[in-house]
């Protein structure tokens, strides 16, 4: 069971936290492992300390893609889940693309799988609409978007709006008033500011933008108008980057862009729009061999002051980085681990991060989360 101790008065959140039973990683090699535990979803509520659980639901769980597969509504009655990959049942040992996304009820005891969704292949992560009533689900193999509206009780997928080919839209994240939402297309390496229009993407896109290479994971900065976004790189050694977006202006334009370190999985923006973070992989997924290999990830905070960045802080935890976040004081910070099977946490006090207890998860690894608003 995970353990959390006190982390100070917080407001109430819940928090969905996907584990991966299965996969490990061996010498830079991914391994499926022969006797798995179930792939779930934790979830908690962040009212109290220590966190109070609301338990465990068992659904697909994949670490590919961006750490941004798990949605919980804004009043906490639901959650949605996707999975970029499953086993391969014809293939041992391999993956293949996984097409379901669940939803999971928060409100019975016990939490259950309310609905399976049959999508088009491998869903890259969701997003839910500020309205409640619509979601996307980016297929960075399909250079699709799955628009899914609510329909009484049930979830349906409305329309399949196709991107160019090799575009490959991987996460998404919407404006707090809902009417712009900002796409991720590493393939060809732009970020797209898109009109929505009754939950919908309207294309062409009314703009896009260039930042670094690969940008993949997409954070909103609360209602400031500003964003951010994980430049992911190629896994070479070479430093990465973060970039800044102002979506405030005639155009939305990328102001600033932040050298961080290797290979940004996760990007995230406090509430109050005053830092941003990053979990950098830093090479802890190479061969112990590569004479750049590192066993530890790293948690860098970045200050976000006059349209600039700037960091401020950085700490070292578990290999095989994956999501990042704040809770809503804005100076609680988490990043999680596949190696050591942990969520570490961190109080950001001026530009030092001192180490808080955080959550174990001895049988599964902790590869993406989804978090409520206030």
């Not at 929505?196 to 896109?205: K, N, T, Y």
């Not at 290479?213 to 430049?231: H, K, M, Q, S, Y």
């Not at 002051?305 to 290999?319: K, N």
């Amino acid at each position: 069971m995970s353990c959390w101790l006190a982390l100070g008065t917080l407001h109430a959140q819940t928090i969905g936290i996907a584990l991966d039973g299965k996969s490990r990683m061996v010498d830079g090699e991914v391994e499926i492992l022969k006797t798995p535990a179930p792939d779930r979803v934790a979830l908690y509520d962040t009212a109290s300390t220590p966190w109070r659980s609301l338990g465990e639901v068992a659904v697909p769980i994949s670490f590919q893609g961006p750490p941004s597969s798990v949605a919980i509504s804004a009043d906490r009655r639901e959650a949605l889940v996707t999975a970029f990959t499953r086993v391969d049942p014809g293939r041992p040992g391999a993956f293949t693309a996984n097409q379901t996304m669940a939803v999971v009820d928060l409100v019975v005891t016990p939490m259950r799988v309310a609905q399976t969704l049959v999508l088009a292949a491998a869903p890259s992560s969701v997003i839910l609409h500020p309205d409640g009533r619509h979601a996307w689900v980016p297929h960075a193999g399909a250079d699709s978007v799955s628009v899914l509206e609510k329909r009484a009780d049930h979830w349906e997928v409305i329309e399949v709006v196709r991107f160019e080919g090799g575009s490959a839209p991987i996460a998404a994240v919407f404006t707090a008033d809902g009417a712009h939402a900002l796409l991720s297309l590493p393939g060809s390496g732009r970020i797209a500011w898109l009109s929505v229009a009754e939950g919908r993407p309207v294309l062409p896109a009314a703009h896009e933008m260039s930042a670094g290479i690969g940008p993949t994971a997409l954070a909103l900065c609360g209602d400031t108008g500003l964003a951010v976004v994980a430049n992911y790189g190629k896994v070479t050694g070479d430093v990465d980057t973060i970039s800044l977006i102002d979506t405030r202006g005639v155009l939305p334009r990328v102001i600033d862009t932040a050298s961080v370190g290797v290979s940004p999985e996760g990007v995230a923006c406090a509430p109050d729009g005053r830092h941003a973070a990053t979990a950098l992989q830093n090479m802890s997924t190479v061969a112990r061999s590569h004479p750049l290999h590192s066993a530890h990830s790293r948690l860098v905070v970045l200050a976000i002051e006059s349209g600039r960045l700037r960091p401020v802080a950085a700490a070292e935890f578990g290999g095989w980085a994956q999501g990042v976040g704040f809770l809503d004081d804005a100076r609680t910070v988490f990043a999680q681990s596949m190696n050591d099977h942990r969520m570490h946490v961190f109080r950001l006090d001026g530009e030092t991060l001192a180490p808080l207890p955080g959550l174990s998860f001895p049988s599964g690894s902790p590869v993406a989360y989804g978090l409520s608003g206030r």
